[in-house]
């Protein structure tokens, strides 16, 4: 059974860092590119950021670009987004999602239950 | 950075036909992917390519392509298909950017 599983969210103040994990189980984690989203409380989804199987590609929105570093151990079996210089705005439920393939692709095909981090003063 | 746009909400009656539609530029170049949200649970991919379901999802759930627009029906829908749906694509920009419609609210009746 494929289990994705987040943490590391939190109460932050603005400007201030954090990093999120995501431990994978079930699935043979370095064969798959990988995926951050993120949902505003009563709002729709958004991507964050995705890295291929390898680490050799890896994709930012916009609004992130530059403060986020998405990264991977393969050998933990595990994913991380770095969140630096945060923002009222990064506010959010975070998930972690596997893509379908080993190049990111639009294809989510197993989501974890998320992390909340709240960026408030 | 592209957009993709959904109605906000649409209801059908149960036993019912319904269409979710998600516009966008970067719909002429990628297919869209579909997903189901219920409240206070993570997505659950529906549809994605052509026309592909993963395991254990209904083949009432079905998916369609044409210019700019992607679609999603459900054929006979159910109580338990009441939730929000979202699409997501490549961004058309060349860059590893992807992006997710704006979603829309299914209510059945």
């Known amino acids: 059974e494929v289990q994705l599983v987040e943490s590391g969210g939190g109460l932050v103040q603005p400007g201030r860092s954090l990093r999120l994990s995501c431990a994978a189980s079930?699935?043979?984690?370095?064969?798959?590119?990988m995926h951050w989203v993120r949902q505003a409380p009563g709002k729709g989804l958004e991507w964050v950021s995705g890295?291929?199987?390898?680490?050799?590609?890896?994709g930012y929105a916009d609004s992130v670009k530059g403060r986020f570093t998405i990264s991977r151990d393969n050998a933990k079996n595990s994913l991380y987004l770095q969140m630096n210089s945060l923002r009222a705005e990064d506010t959010a439920l975070y998930y972690c999602?596997?893509?379908?393939?080993?190049?990111?692709?639009?294809?989510?095909?197993?989501w974890g239950q998320g992390t909340l981090v709240t960026v408030s003063s | 950075s592209s957009e993709l746009t959904q109605d906000p909400a649409v209801s059908v009656a149960l036993g019912q036909t319904v269409r979710i539609t998600c516009q966008g530029d970067?719909?002429?170049?990628?297919?869209a992917s579909w997903y189901q949200q219920k409240p206070g649970q993570a997505p659950v991919l529906v549809i994605y390519?052509?026309?592909n379901r993963p395991s254990g999802i209904p083949d009432r759930f079905s998916g369609s392509s044409s210019g700019n627009t992607a679609s999603l029906t459900i054929t006979g829908a159910q109580a338990e298909d009441e939730a929000d749906y979202y699409c997501?694509?490549?961004?058309?920009?060349?860059?590893?950017?992807?992006?997710f419609g704006t979603g829309t609210k299914v209510t059945v009746l």
């Open positions: 999602a596997k893509d379908i393939g080993f190049l990111e692709s639009s294809v989510f095909d197993y």
């Open positions: 079930g699935f043979t984690f370095d064969d798959y590119a």
């Open positions: 890295i291929s199987w390898n680490s050799g590609s890896t």
């Open positions: 970067s719909l002429r170049s990628y297919y």
């Open positions: 390519g052509k026309n």
């Open positions: 997501n694509s490549r961004d058309s920009s060349g860059n590893h950017h992807y992006v």
